[in-house]
């Protein structure tokens, strides 16, 4: 059986990535980015 990828409502990979990053920086260091802008964030890690 088919799974349907790229899905609007569903996170995308690069979306997913990013967001494990922030918790393993959060988790490990204690600086805690989560809150910040996606666009912002996308940007300064490009």
């Known amino acids: ?3 349907p990828v790229g ?4 996170p995308g990979l690069e979306q997913i990535e990013v967001e494990l990053l922030l918790e393993g920086i959060y988790r490990r260091y204690g600086f805690d ?3 910040y802008a996606p666009a912002s964030l ?3 890690l490009r």
């Open 42 to 44: 996308r940007r300064r």
């Open 7 to 10: 899905k609007e409502d569903e």
């Open 33 to 35: 980015f989560r809150e």
């Open 1 to 3: 059986m088919a799974v």
